[in-house]
């Protein structure tokens, strides 16, 4: 179980990470980083816009220094 607190977490059942470290940028926003074999595997940040009951995530994902993928998810509460 991640905290925000930098620190890297283990992570088990994951191909992309072995460990992650989250830390919260703000009160809408955290940000992680993920390794695997000790180099960076994945960035990725969530943003909730309460307003508009919205989460969106970007993230990278990496092979040694090289990205190799990157996107964004919206996911929105349809439920009021």
């Known amino acids: 179980q991640a905290k925000f607190d930098g620190a890297e ?25 993920a390794k695997k074999n000790s180099s960076i595997s994945l960035k990725e940040t969530l943003v909730v816009a309460p307003e508009d009951d919205v989460l969106t995530m970007t993230y990278s994902i990496y092979a040694g220094d090289r990205e190799v993928a ?8 349809t439920q009021s």
């Open 70 to 77: 990157n996107g964004i998810a919206v996911f929105e509460n």
């Open 9 to 33: 977490y283990p992570v088990s059942g994951s191909p992309l990470a072995e460990a992650i470290a989250y830390t919260r940028v703000n009160a809408y926003r955290i940000s992680g980083t």
